[in-house]
Every structure is written in C-alpha cells, then in structure tokens.
C-alpha cells in the first residue's frame, strides 16, 4: 500500500520541486491515514497546511480510495 500511494504522490511531486520542496512517505496507519514528512523547503513553507489538503491529501483520496486522510509528521509553520 504505501508503494501505491507513494507512486500517487508522483503527480504532486513536480509542483513541491519547483520550489525545492517534497514528500516523503512515512507509514500509513490502521484507519488509512497517510503520514508524510515534508522534505526541502516544504518543511517551513507557510502554504504547506494548503498543500497537504488541497493537494496531497485530494490525490491521493482520488487515486488511492481506500486513504481517508493524510497527515504531517513535520513542517507546517
């Protein structure tokens, strides 16, 4: 499963690269929530809580049904 979702993460991953930033996957939990780290400059972005939702956590619902949620492990100043 995180396999699945971490190729999912490879249609957010261009846009986090522009600004130097990315997304790592850490684990994904028993109620399907997906914990990433932020990585590069996504870590003390100020966007990143817009990000996580509007982007990350949209494609992945999207591409991967079963995710029900995603959350940070770091950043989000």
Do not use: F, Y
């Amino acid at each position: 499963m995180i396999q699945k979702v971490d190729s999912a993460l490879d249609v957010i991953r261009p846009h986090l690269a522009v600004d130097g930033g990315n997304v790592e996957v850490v684990d994904i939990t028993e109620d399907m929530k997906v914990q990433i780290k932020w990585l590069g400059n996504c870590e003390s972005c100020s966007m990143s809580a817009m990000t996580l939702r509007a982007g990350l956590e949209e494609t992945l619902k999207t591409k991967v049904p079963e995710v029900l949620g995603v959350v940070a492990l770091n950043g989000m100043k």
